[in-house]
C-alpha cells in the first residue's frame, strides 16, 4: 500500500496556541516527509521536510517529528498564529522502482484545514 | 520569476468537451506532475514526465493525456469531459529526482456539468 493518512481533517485553534497534525504511512521504503502549505486559491508550497535518519526537525515555529517504528509523522506548529491558517498536506516519497529513482512522486495525506483564532 | 504558470484559472464545460489545461515553467526543471485536488482526498498524481519526450501514468490517469514536447510546457489534456473530473488541477515541477521541492502553480478550477 502507498497510502498516506492525515489526521485530523481540521483543526481550530486558538491564537498562541499549539497545532499538531499526524500521519501515518505503510510502506516502510518511504525515505523523504515533507508537509506542504496551502492557502485559499493558492498552489501548495513546501514548508518543511524531514528524512527518516532523524527523529526532528524544526525551522522557526514549525517542527517535524518522526517516528520510523511507528511510521507516523507530525508537524507542531508553535505559537499560532492566524496567518497560519491555511490548509496543510503531509507527503512522502515512494520507494525507488526498477530503474533505481522515484522520479520526485509524492503520495500525499487528505490534508487538515488549520484555522487559528484570533 | 514566475514559477509554474497554468491556464487557465476556472473553466466549465460541458459534459462531452474536451480541453487542454496549458502549463508552463521557467526553472528549466525536469520533472513535471500534474495532480488534481478534491475536497478531503489530498493530491492524487494523474501523470508526470522526466523530460521532454518522456511521460508516464500516475495513480489515476484514466480519462487525460498529457504530452511533454518540451522542457517548459506539459499539457493535460481531457477527452470526453465527465462529471467525475470536476477538481481542482495542479501542475508542479522539481529538478532533481527524490528530494527536491515540488513546486506547484496555482491551480485550475474545472466544473463538468
Known amino acids: 500500500q502507498q497510502q498516506v493518512k492525515q489526521s485530523p481533517q481540521s483543526l481550530i485553534v486558538q491564537k498562541g496556541g499549539i497545532s499538531i497534525i499526524n500521519c501515518a504511512y505503510e510502506?516502510?521504503?518511504?525515505?523523504?516527509f515533507p508537509w506542504y502549505q496551502q492557502f485559499p486559491g493558492k498552489g501548495p508550497a513546501l514548508l518543511i521536510a524531514i528524512r527518516p535518519d532523524v527523529s526532528e526537525k524544526k525551522e522557526g515555529r514549525f517542527t517535524i517529528s518522526f517516528n520510523k517504528s511507528a511510521k507516523q509523522f507530525s508537524l507542531h506548529i508553535m505559537d499560532s498564529q492566524p496567518g497560519d491558517s491555511a490548509t496543510y498536506f503531509c507527503a512522502a516519497n515512494p520507494p525507488s522502482g526498477a530503474g533505481g529513482t522515484s522520479y520526485g512522486k509524492l503520495t500525499f495525506g487528505q490534508g487538515t484545514i488549520l484555522t487559528v483564532h484570533p | 520569476n514566475a514559477g509554474v504558470t497554468q491556464t487557465p484559472k476556472f473553466r466549465i464545460l460541458k459534459i462531452g468537451q474536451s480541453m487542454t489545461l496549458q502549463c508552463t515553467q521557467d526553472m528549466n526543471h525536469n520533472y513535471m506532475y500534474w495532480y488534481r485536488q478534491d475536497p478531503g482526498m489530498g493530491l492524487k498524481l494523474i501523470y508526470y514526465s522526466v523530460g521532454a519526450g518522456i511521460t508516464d501514468k500516475g495513480e489515476v490517469p484514466n480519462g487525460y493525456n498529457v504530452s511533454r514536447s518540451t522542457t517548459e510546457d506539459f499539457p493535460l489534456r481531457l477527452e470526453l469531459a465527465a462529471p467525475s473530473q470536476t477538481s481542482v488541477y495542479f501542475c508542479?515541477?522539481?529538478?532533481?529526482?527524490?528530494?527536491?521541492?515540488?513546486?506547484f502553480g496555482q491551480g485550475t478550477r474545472l466544473t463538468v456539468v
Open positions: 508542479a515541477s522539481s529538478y532533481l529526482q527524490g528530494y527536491a521541492e515540488a513546486f
Open positions: 510502506n516502510t521504503a518511504f525515505d523523504y
